[in-house]
């Protein structure tokens, strides 16, 4: 039986077969392998942009948040001194009226 033509033609398939599954699946894991290995470094270049982006946001509020606290200041001593002004002036009219009296 082990002579017989067919029987070798069979087994010989079943081997042909066996191998190229064999190199099929070492394909696949292959292209598997690379495509993991790209999408973790898109990935890791990814985060890093990321992040890089998230402290110039952080950078950029703490420098918005120093500007209005700046702003808020300086309109502070604004109206301080527009208040001592109208003071000044009240007091000066009613100097002057006090005066004409």
């Avoid at 042909?16 to 598997?32: A, G």
């Avoid at 009219?93 to 009296?101: D, I, K, Y």
Wanted: hydrophobic share 35%; aromatic share 6%; no cysteine.
């Amino acid at each position: 039986m082990k002579n017989d033509p067919d029987v070798q033609e069979i087994l010989n398939d079943y081997f042909k077969i066996q191998n190229d599954l064999l190199e099929l699946s070492d394909k696949v894991h292959s292209k598997f392998n690379s495509h993991t290995q790209l999408m973790n470094s898109e990935l890791s270049s990814v985060i890093k942009t990321m992040s890089t982006e998230m402290e110039e946001v952080r950078n950029k509020r703490q420098e918005f948040q120093t500007m209005f606290e700046n702003f808020d200041q300086k309109a502070n001593q604004l109206f301080n001194i527009l208040s001592t002004v109208l003071k000044s002036i009240k007091e000066m009219q009613s100097g002057v009226t006090r005066n004409l009296l």
